[in-house]
């Protein structure tokens, strides 16, 4: 099998190239085509030396996963979905506005934390994607999208780690792939701009401040452990205390004055204003504006048997947040029409037996040769 150059930062690729007996300054050349150009064919890399397309084309190829569909929301969101081998699927989701591009990036087939609100949660975890799977996903939205909207320049500015799986549990995978994100002869996207989301590994969060010290968001949901507990269930080997000091010490090494939490709305559950004092007390105890809230309005599906908060109930939850001084945003849902929404990736449980029957049917298409669509709003996600 020949190595998949999607799966090198440039560290990588600079070894690799000098293990085929190559200068080290090959390696930027060709992470500039791979990157920069989105070349997939050797013959097009036209500044490389002929002996060295030959040479890579016997040991090397750049490809990123099959798309199995692609949908196109009425707010302008696109939802790829991507074969991962034995059944598996993950999605990313770009998410254009009027400042900014962001590709929201899936770091695992399911996930192992198995929060009660979270689709993917409910999945349980198949497997970690590997560095390659990762970039492919930001490689194949970028080169896609120039071509589609004719664009010279970079269609995504800002990626965040918020598709499937817990990135922090697939930290091996992740550094290398942050690197490309980050490197100038790749993606050049900014340490601000490059978000990771975490359900909270304490441990790695603080090594994630010394690999790779890019934005950090916190899925918080909840002001005590006695009802975190029962959402995220890392919460009981990881409770809140540990996890608001990993978030404070990692403030020192973030590229922003900041740390993001976000808390999902929960009817009934973790959205009273009981709740909300209870989480400006928690957050008040350490000084200064050190963290911004973000509220996300429950996406719901049907296993998890729970509500969204009303609009007014999460805009009071607001209110005594942002009146105490912390800073409170309630995130818009986009892509609602397509599935695209936070938590709702892959759609749920019983669903995946239709995933493999959709992908099953686009390898028919492909071996048809039609290239998979931008289609319109084509019923549930996956
Ligand atoms: N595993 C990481 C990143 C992926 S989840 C994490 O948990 O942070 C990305 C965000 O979507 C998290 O804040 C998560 O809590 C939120 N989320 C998950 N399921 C959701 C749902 N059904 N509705 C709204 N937000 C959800
Ligand atoms: Fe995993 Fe994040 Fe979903 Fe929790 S919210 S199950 S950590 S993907």
Not at 221 to 230: C, E, S
């Amino acid at each position: 099998m020949t190595a998949n150059l999607l799966d090198f930062d440039l560290e990588g690729l600079a070894v690799f190239c000098e293990r085929l007996g190559e200068k080290r300054f090959r390696a930027v050349q060709l992470f500039r085509w791979i990157h920069q150009k989105g070349a997939s064919q050797f013959d097009d890399m036209s500044d490389l030396a002929k002996s060295l397309r030959e040479k890579l084309k016997g040991v090397a190829h750049i490809k990123a996963m099959p798309v199995v569909s692609q949908h196109l929301s009425a707010d302008g969101t696109i939802k790829w979905l991507f074969d991962v081998g034995d059944g598996n699927a993950v999605e990313a989701v770009f998410i254009p506005e009027s400042d900014r591009g962001t590709l929201c990036v899936s770091s695992q087939a399911g996930c192992a934390v198995g929060c009660r609100f979270c689709s993917t949660g409910h999945q349980g975890f198949s497997r970690n994607l590997t560095t390659g799977e990762i970039i492919a996903q930001l490689w194949f939205a970028e080169h896609f999208l120039r071509q589609h909207l004719k664009r010279d320049e970079r269609v995504i500015s800002n990626v965040v780690m918020m598709g499937m799986g817990e990135p922090l549990q697939n930290y091996n995978a992740l550094i290398p792939a942050l690197r490309v994100m980050l490197d100038d002869h790749a993606y050049g996207l900014s340490r601000r701009r490059v978000t990771v989301s975490t359900s909270g590994i304490v441990p790695m969060i603080d090594r994630l401040a010394q690999d790779c010290p890019v934005a950090l968001a916190v899925s918080l949901h909840a002001p005590n452990d006695a009802l975190r507990d029962t959402l995220v269930p890392l919460n009981l080997k990881y409770p809140l205390a540990q996890l608001i000091a990993a978030c404070h010490r990692y403030l020192a090494h973030a590229p922003r004055d900041f740390i993001t939490f976000e808390y999902c709305m929960l009817d009934g559950v973790n959205d009273t204003d009981a709740c909300a004092r209870q989480l400006v007390e928690r957050i008040q105890a350490h000084p200064g504006a050190w963290c911004k809230l973000n509220l996300i309005p429950f996406n719901p599906f049907p296993a998890s048997g729970l509500l969204r908060s009303k609009p007014e109930r999460v805009e009071a939850f607001a209110r005594i947040l942002n009146d105490a001084g912390i800073i409170t945003t309630i995130r818009k849902t986009r892509g609602d029409d397509i599935d695209a929404a936070c938590g709702q990736l892959a759609g749920d449980v019983k669903d995946r037996t239709r995933v493999m029957v959709r992908m099953e049917r686009n390898r028919s298409l492909r071996a048809l040769a039609v290239e998979a669509p931008v289609t319109g709003t084509e019923g549930a996600g996956a």
